[in-house]
């Protein structure tokens, strides 16, 4: 048998066995955003039911503000059953130095957030979910300080975004179990 057709017969054994493979566990997967047949609501549904909690300073605002608009983007105005807390934490570091000028030429703010969610009814002391998640997103800097004040800005808003998809994520699986 030559080299080419052993090249051959190894191609189709290999993608046989992922073909096998994928309609295997192509059953062991559900999404995570479709209706349970157990619970009989969609977790999207669940999701609208989260009353966050205001969180203090610039960056609690776009996190509050991106994070009402991920859980309940709808909308509507439905009773709440969680209470979600959000504690933030953020640092500014300026990473990258002009050895010459003595000018940062980045900075970079990274953004720790801690968060809970309790139940609504009940009034337990005991959170449902917890976690915490951390992004860094890093900026350019001029000699301009009113374009290092707005990049600054979008890059807190880009962090609360981001901070935001994670959160919804997180909760999301935890209101699934």
Known sequence: MSSSNRANARR???????????LLLGGCV?????SSAVGGGA?????????VEPIPDRLGHYLTNELISQL?????????????????????????VNTFTGQAEAGA??????????????????????????????????????????????????N???IAEQIRTRVAIALTK
Do not use: C, H, W
């Not at 559900?30 to 479709?34: D, E, I, T």
């Not at 309940?72 to 640092?91: A, I």
């Not at 009814?121 to 800097?141: C, E, H, I, L, N």
């Not at 990049?151 to 880009?158: F, L, P, V």
């Open 43 to 51: 977790v999207g549904d669940e999701l609208q039911t989260i009353k």
């Open 72 to 96: 309940n983007g709808s909308g509507s105005n439905v009773p709440p059953k969680y209470r979600l807390v959000v504690t933030l934490n953020e640092r500014v570091s300026t990473p990258t």
């Open 160 to 162: 609360a975004r981001t």
């Open 30 to 34: 559900q999404p995570l955003y479709m």
């Open 109 to 158: 703010i990274t953004v720790d957030a801690s968060y809970q969610l309790f139940p609504v009814a009940g009034g337990t002391d005991k959170p449902m979910a917890s976690g915490s998640v951390s992004q860094f997103v890093a900026y350019d800097r001029t000699s301009q300080r009113l374009s290092n004040v707005r990049a600054a800005r979008d890059a807190e808003i880009r």
């Open 12 to 22: 189709a054994v290999a993608l046989t066995a992922i073909l096998g493979a994928s």
